[in-house]
């Protein structure tokens, strides 16, 4: 089935970037997605990116993805305390009957 | 006001009880989920439903079930509470029509313990 793998922790200091990693296993996903979760909060969609890109930026994020090794990366460029949270990597969507399946979320610490 | 709303938002019971999570949207959107989420396990998928006339189990159904009582409305049941089902509760729903992306909407959570 539809694996979907991260890191559990990363730490880094304020104004410094953060590169957070997933890997996964099912090729015909469509979509590639990346969900915030803040302290006491449902998780929210940060952005995606579609299956037939390389690569989406979006102000201080980009994404990449490598479609061969199934590897996809978020980077947050001058990270603030603000974006202390855990990071989720999911897969899917596309439509038809096709479930978006969730890694089980890195937390992101933010060091002032 | 919140467009997918869950309650209770906290919940603390006894072994054995009958409990209901309810979860309602505004949203329009056919397909909902529930996953539940425990430290260092992430998310995962209770059960979904894609209409009204739809119910799936997901990765760990067992001790659970649900009702779709409208597109607008899905509860979640716990037959009889036992102590691992303590955990936070999260109710979704996403639109995969046409050009949407599938974009899940997560309710506040709801917070049970069994005690």
């Known amino acids: 089935g539809e694996d979907v793998e991260q890191s559990l922790f990363l730490s880094v200091r304020e104004g410094d970037s953060s590169v957070i990693n997933c890997t996964y296993t099912?090729?015909?996903?469509?979509?590639l997605y990346w969900y915030k979760q803040e302290p006491g909060a449902g998780l929210q969609l940060l952005t995606y990116?579609?299956?037939?890109?390389d690569m989406k930026q979006d102000q201080r994020l980009t994404v990449l993805l490598n479609k061969k090794d199934k590897h996809l990366s978020l980077r947050i460029a001058d990270t603030q305390t603000g974006d202390s949270a855990i990071y989720f990597c999911?897969?899917?969507?596309?439509?038809?009957?096709?479930?978006?399946?969730f890694g089980i979320g890195t937390k992101l610490q933010v060091i002032p | 006001d919140a467009d997918v709303t869950q309650t209770p938002r906290n919940r603390i019971t006894k072994t054995g009880k009958r409990i209901m999570l309810e979860c309602s949207q505004t949203k329009g959107h056919d397909r909902m989920y529930w996953y539940r989420q425990d430290p260092g396990l992430g998310l995962r998928l209770i059960y979904y439903s894609f209409d009204v006339k739809d119910i799936n189990k997901g990765e760990i159904s067992d001790g659970y079930s649900v009702s779709r009582q409208a597109q607008a409305k899905f509860s979640l049941s716990l037959e009889s509470a036992i102590p691992n089902q303590t955990a936070l509760y999260f109710c979704?729903?996403?639109?995969?029509?046409?050009?949407?992306?599938?974009?899940?909407?997560f309710g506040p959570g709801t917070r049970l313990t069994v005690l």
């Open positions: 990116i579609f299956s037939n890109m």
């Open positions: 979704a729903t996403s639109d995969p029509s046409g050009r949407a992306t599938d974009t899940q909407y």
């Open positions: 999911a897969e899917g969507g596309g439509g038809g009957y096709q479930k978006v399946t």
């Open positions: 099912d090729s015909s996903s469509t979509y």
